[in-house]
């Protein structure tokens, strides 16, 4: 069975099969023989030659989380024609950069805007963040309240470059 | 003493409130919110009062709800930790109305101190050395003059604050309007009290505090320094006992623990409380900041060098017993860092990131110390503190002690929120950190651009993350044993597997 994860923007490839109480693992032109010591609790310990490699393995939904030897992995599960789509004529969605909660909308539709002001005033764990105009230009659409709760990445606000 | 008490608090500190209590035999009941009915400090609790929803202000600030449930459940006490309500003089009373003992420091020592200007009153007439500073209730104008006198750069802080809620440096006169505007609604917010003053900021300083503990017979004993320079956000994020700063300088020590002892007197204190202190490390000026009248958050480093426990020793004032010890028996020995451990990330201006915690696996190890209120399972949610767990080590030197803690660190698995342990390794490893030349402006000046180091995916990683997939998917479809034993196992899918081991 090959799988295909996506790390820090790269792909991987690896191929797993069973290989009687073993596994056989391919990695381009790497082969490893590996045992299962242990899979519980979200631990997974496997051996491969005289090494026990103990690893912390959590999923969620395609992104599998791994911890290692002290760091974190973050792999999820590579979609081979998966291509962003750029922003349509010069406008671009300003999103929130934490989740919480809509203090105060500070520009209406319409308005031009100057590097660095503040559009929009968040706050989580009462603490204030602003978020502000990356560049010169004209607010083209309000996304968001004041009040409303709203998720990190979620789309504040469209600001079209001047 | 007393047979049971409430805790109004939650999270880490309710847990370790708790295991105080099961040490001295008293029973603990706790009150929590919709959103903590599953928490640990719950499932330990002997018992267990719903007060409200999810948001603080219809649950762990709801002070009648809290003092009521006390009365209910029969408790004698209330010890209310820190944030929330610990710093309530109202809320002191209530529960001194109720018939019921605070444990912490009577309602007019939190009354004096909560209030900046009257705290620098009185310890000013103690003797206690000040910062410049402007108290101010006028309008932006009278502040903008103030702060001309004052000169730039300089603090805004609210009157009612703590743990740097309001709080923002101005470097220049063209940014105070806005600051005073951000500060006050925040302040607002958090304590219900958005006025506002300003003080003189020290470029090059250590934040240095001292912990006092008094009981109702009129003893008072310091259990010397914490040093808290390390900080984000006007936050601390690492702290230490003993303070490399006043190692070297045993006589500034002295004057510093006396001075803490003479604000304490100030204001008729009993119980635990911290004294903390900004230092100039040019010059060795220290200058009162505030006093807080309740435990601190990083109390587990003096408990770890002068073996004192401070929540028993809060319990014990409460219940009107003596210290048991005088200043001559108290000590501080060996050197224990503690580091917070936050959902958040450090490379995105340490926003908190909030979600559910897959996998949480806290290390072990001699002279090792874990608080935490949250396990697996368990959500980062964005009503309370991202403080998932505060990691403390004990050595005999500084040396081993930061060693110890990176140690620990990279044992402690978290997975599912983003968090800031390479960031808290990075720092322990910063050459600045090591020396112990450590002030409050460490982190910004040489971590503001910090990205978390880049490691090459290894191939362990990749066979880890392919096995645990390829145990879903091979899992037998028919007659598989459920994994109902492993309910937070990352392969426990509707599609059940068994290890064929």
Redesign the interface.
């Known amino acids: ?1 090959e ?1 295909r ?1 996506e ?2 923007k ?1 792909q ?1 490839s ?1 191929r ?1 099969e ?1 290989d009687g ?1 073993s ?1 056989r ?1 391919r ?1 381009g032109e ?1 082969t ?1 023989l ?1 045992d ?2 242990r ?6 310990a ?1 051996r ?1 030659g005289d090494q026990v ?1 103990t ?6 939904g395609e992104t ?10 973050t ?1 999820s ?1 590579a979609k081979p024609n998966t291509r962003r789509s750029a922003a349509a004529g010069g406008a671009a969605n300003l999103n929130a ?5 809509v ?1 105060r909308v500070l520009v209406s539709e319409g308005d031009a805007v100057k590097r660095g002001q503040p559009l929009v005033l968040l ?7 602003r978020v502000a105009a990356p560049h010169d230009g004209r607010v083209v659409r309000l996304l968001c309240s004041a009040g409303e ?1 709203v998720q ?1 990445g979620q789309a504040l606000l469209e600001l079209a470059e001047d | 003493m007393f047979k049971r008490i409430l805790i109004a608090n939650r999270g880490e500190i309710a847990v370790r409130i708790i295991r105080a209590c099961r040490e001295m035999g008293i029973e603990a009941v706790v009150v929590y919110s919709e959103a903590d009915a599953d928490s640990l400090a719950v499932q330990l609790a002997d018992r267990a009062v719903l007060i409200g929803t999810a948001p603080p202000n219809d649950s762990y600030l709801r002070a009648e709800r809290i003092v009521e449930a006390a009365r209910r459940t029969d408790c004698q006490a209330v010890h209310p930790a820190f944030g929330f309500l610990a710093e309530n003089a109202a809320f002191a009373e209530m529960v001194r109305e109720a018939g019921l003992t605070f444990i912490g420091p009577a309602p007019e020592a939190i009354r004096a101190m909560g209030l900046k200007t009257e705290a620098l009153s009185r310890v000013r007439a103690a003797g206690v050395p000040t910062l410049p500073s402007y108290a101010g209730e006028g309008l932006i104008a009278d502040f903008q003059q103030a702060a001309d006198q004052l000169g730039y750069p300089l603090l805004v802080k609210a009157a009612a604050g703590g743990g740097g ?1 309001g709080m923002r440096v101005v470097r220049a006169a063209a940014d105070l309007a806005a600051a005073l505007e ?1 500060s006050a ?2 302040a607002g ?2 304590f219900a009290d958005n006025r506002l003053f300003l003080e003189r900021y020290i470029e090059s300083a250590r934040h240095i505090e001292i912990q006092v503990l008094a009981d109702s017979h009129g003893n008072k004993v310091h259990l010397f320094e914490r040093e808290c320079s390390i900080q984000r ?1 006007h936050q601390k994020i690492i702290e230490e006992s003993p303070s490399p700063y006043l190692e070297a300088r045993p006589e500034l020590r002295a004057a510093m623990c006396e001075a803490a002892l003479r604000a304490a007197q100030s204001v008729d204190y009993t119980n635990a409380g911290t004294v903390e202190f900004i230092l100039d490390a040019h010059t060795g000026e220290f200058f009162f900041l505030e006093m807080n009248t309740r435990l601190q958050v990083e109390h587990p480093v003096t408990e770890a060098v002068t073996d004192v426990d401070l929540v028993q020793m809060q319990l014990r004032i409460a219940a009107g017993e003596p210290l048991p010890f005088r200043q001559s028996d108290l000590y501080q020995r060996g050197h224990a860092i503690e580091c917070r451990i936050y959902a958040e990330d450090p490379a ?2 340490f ?2 990131s ?1 979600g ?1 915690l ?2 949480v ?1 806290p290390p072990s190890a001699p002279h090792i110390r874990v608080d935490s209120g949250v396990r ?1 399972g368990d959500t980062i949610s ?5 403080m998932i767990a505060k990691l403390i080590a004990h050595a005999g030197s500084r040396a081993e002690a930061i060693r110890r803690l990176d140690a620990a ?3 402690y ?4 929120v983003t968090t800031n342990i ?1 960031f808290l390794r990075d720092v322990l490893a910063q050459p600045e950190f090591v020396i112990g030349n450590t002030t409050t402006h460490l982190v910004e000046q040489v971590f503001a651009e910090w990205q978390p180091p ?2 090459p ?18 899992a037998p479809a028919v007659g598989a044993a459920p994994a109902a034993s ?1 309910p ?4 426990a ?1 509707p599609d059940n597997f068994r ?3």
Not at chain 1, 97 to 101: A, E, I, N, P, R
Not at chain 2, 382 to 386: A, S, V
Not at chain 2, 457 to 474: H, T
Not at chain 2, 488 to 491: D, E, I, N, Y
């Open positions: 069975m799988f994860f790390h820090a790269t991987h690896i797993a069973r109480e596994f693992l990695i790497r490893y590996v299962l010591v899979a519980a609790g979200g631990e997974l496997f491969i490699v690893a912390h393995v959590a999923r969620d599998f989380h791994v911890a290692l030897g002290g760091q974190t992995f792999l599960v950069t934490m989740h919480g909660q203090v706050e989580a764990m009462k603490m204030e963040m709760v990190r | 809620k951000a609604r925040e917010k958090a956000r995105a201006g926003l908190p909030t559910d897959l996998c696996q697996t964005i009503h309370y503190d991202p660190l990279s044992a698995t978290i997975l599912g390479a880049f490691a995916l290894p191939d362990s990683a990749l066979i880890a993350a392919a096995l645990s997939a390829l145990l879903q998917s091979s492993d937070f196992s990352p392969w899918y290890v064929g081991v």
